[in-house]
């Protein structure tokens, strides 16, 4: 077979197939899809342990394959090594950058955002998001028709689900093609792109009893840079650049990134969205009112009716009537619009309401529909004062990072198969 040329990452080189190291290439073969799988599949023996990594990368008819995850790797003697392994296509490139609006300014940038445009832009906003990954002018936007305006919602998506869902779209029904060139990707979207095709390679057969297993606990990609975000409640408007979610503090980006582990396994993205993470004061119901739509909280520590030098209010909203989410007790999980709060006696008064049986919360008369002392609650709806919005971002800051060094390194698990009769030795001798 003819010799294959592994590049690292540095562009460094190695020989796959080598006498010294009695390397052999079992089955090989590559697998392409119609706007999906392009991969190729190896099967290697070797004598002496590889050192396959992450990013290492070989050329198949002129188009590049990367590999995106360690292979697995079967032990079954002191000088037998079989990888199994796979190599992705271009396409899956497309699977580390995410589909983020970054905005006019490039600070409010948002996971989760509706944009208006034809094809055209929204594979603008694709291939932007493409070359914030691997620089830009790596990938460009060849052929793509004229096609009609859409409102399109994009929730947390990554650049490949968008390129393959646009294509899907009822109103534009296209397809795309990847070309590479000189290490140039250039995606072009058609009516009509092509075939589905296989081309196979197989040499010899899968033999030997596997003694150690090595294979990823997780399909995912490593992350090495993390976009993390918090909830969307209880913001100003003009939060950090406008942005509609709660963001990392000091970093308008609200990414984080280690660049050793960019160094060892590539600039990848990821998005994280903590919805629990958000500006909030947990009070507590010190004592009731004089009706059960009523109660106080004598540890209320700001004015929810304070004002500016203009008048205007610092944490009510114009249009939105504040709102008690009871967290623990007989209401816990319902929402109550607030009719009015005092501060001077720090006593909240509740808009009850009726569900579809008619039954009423707070209950006048059941008191298992009652507000009782000890129970806990958040406000919602309205703008926090900033210490808990200082708070609320150093509580994201903290869960992010320990997401981040959950992520930002490979995950294996391993199983052995091990010889019945030493197990037995080892359980009559203990």
């Not at 002129?62 to 995850?69: D, F, K, M, Q, R």
């Not at 008048?311 to 967290?327: C, E, Q, R, W």
């Amino acid at each position: 077979m003819e010799q294959i040329i592994i590049t690292r990452t540095d562009n460094s080189t190695w020989p796959l197939l080598t006498r010294s190291a009695v390397t052999s290439i079992t089955k090989a073969e590559q697998r392409c899809a119609l706007m999906g799988e392009d991969i190729v599949i190896m099967n290697v023996e070797s004598a002496v342990s590889l050192s396959f990594a992450i990013g290492d990368r070989i050329t198949v008819f002129g188009s590049t394959y990367t590999l995106n995850a360690l292979p697995k790797l079967l032990k079954a003697g002191k000088r037998k090594f079989t990888y199994d392994v796979t190599w992705e296509g271009r396409l899956y490139d497309l699977l580390k950058p995410f589909y983020l609006d970054e905005g006019i300014d490039g600070v409010s940038i948002s996971p989760d955002f509706a944009l208006t445009g034809n094809l055209q832009f929204f594979m603008n906003v694709l291939i932007n998001n493409a070359n914030r990954i691997f620089g830009v002018g790596r990938w460009v936007l060849g052929d793509c028709p004229v096609t009609d305006y859409r409102t399109l919602i994009f929730r947390n998506e990554k650049c490949l689900g968008v390129l393959q869902s646009l294509c899907k779209e009822e109103n534009f029904n296209k397809e795309f093609e990847i070309i590479e060139n000189a290490g140039v990707c250039t995606i072009n979207i058609k009516d009509l792109v092509g075939e589905d095709f296989p081309i196979t390679f197989e040499y010899g057969k899968g033999r030997g009893l596997f003694d150690l297993t090595r294979e990823s606990a997780s399909e995912k990609d490593v992350v090495t840079r993390l976009y993390v975000f918090g909830a969307n409640k209880n913001l100003p408007s003009n939060y950090r650049g406008f942005s509609q979610r709660l963001k990392l503090p000091g970093n308008d980006m609200s990414y984080l990134e280690d660049q050793d582990k960019i160094a060892a396994f590539r600039l990848t993205e990821g998005v994280k969205i903590f919805e629990d993470i958000y500006p909030h004061r947990t009070g507590t119901v010190s004592s009731l009112g004089a009706t059960t739509d009523e109660f106080i909280d004598s540890s209320m520590n700001f004015d929810l009716n304070a004002v500016d030098g203009n008048g205007d209010t610092l944490y009510i909203l114009d249009s939105v009537k504040p709102k008690i989410h009871f967290n623990t007790g007989k209401l816990a999980g319902y929402e109550f619009d607030v009719l009015s709060y005092v501060h001077s006696t720090k006593a909240f008064k509740l808009q009850s309401f009726k569900d579809e049986r008619d039954q009423s919360y707070p209950d006048p008369n059941l008191s298992v529909f009652q507000i009782a002392v000890g129970d806990k609650y958040v406000i919602l709806d309205i703008m926090m004062p900033q210490a808990y919005i200082d708070a609320a971002e150093a509580e994201l800051l903290t869960s992010g990072q320990a997401w981040y060094d959950l992520v930002s390194q490979p995950r294996a698990q391993y199983s052995l198969t091990l010889d019945e009769m030493f197990i037995k030795k080892i359980a009559e001798e203990s």
